[in-house]
Nanobody, 127 residues
Framework: QVQLVESGGGLVQAGGSLRLSCAAS????????MGWFRQAPGKEREFVAA????????DYADSVKGRFTISRDNAKNTVYLQMNSLKPEDTAVYYC????????????????????WGQGTQVTVSS
């Protein structure tokens, strides 16, 4: 079992920044691909970003490329999502997720692929 706890959400004005953190416990953190997803009211959960086990490979949804950065610190068992130039359409509950993988090059995009999820943190961007 892997336990994930997100933090860092809040209310911010458009154009502002937030950094989300997700602390993991329970298993060897560096064995897991980590992802960030978000879900707005009335919408499906969508992929935001993912990072490989060692952090060498990352990918982003087109809607956040150039504005968001995913990173991880395996010594601290934590994954981060730095969000800059926030827009009202970024408003959502943000979730981190973990999926074990044998290959360091592997990252995952589909929410159904991830076995472990945090409880989510609310991000609200006002116009």
């Amino acid at each position: 079992q892997v336990q994930l706890v997100e933090s860092g959400g809040g209310l911010v004005q458009a154009g502002g920044s937030l950094r989300l953190s997700c602390a993991a416990s329970g298993r060897t953190f560096s064995d897991y691909c980590m992802g960030w997803f978000r879900q707005a009211p009335g919408k499906e959960r969508e992929f935001v970003a993912a990072i490989s086990r060692s952090g060498g490979i990352t990918d982003y949804a087109d809607s956040v490329k150039g504005r968001f950065t995913i990173s991880r610190d395996n010594a601290k068992n934590t994954v981060y999502l730095q969000m800059n130039s926030l827009k009202p359409e970024d408003t959502a509950v943000y979730y981190c997720a973990a999926e074990a993988t044998a290959r360091d090059s592997q990252i995952y995009y589909g929410p159904n692929t991830y076995a472990y999820w945090g409880q989510g943190t609310q991000v609200t961007v006002s116009s």
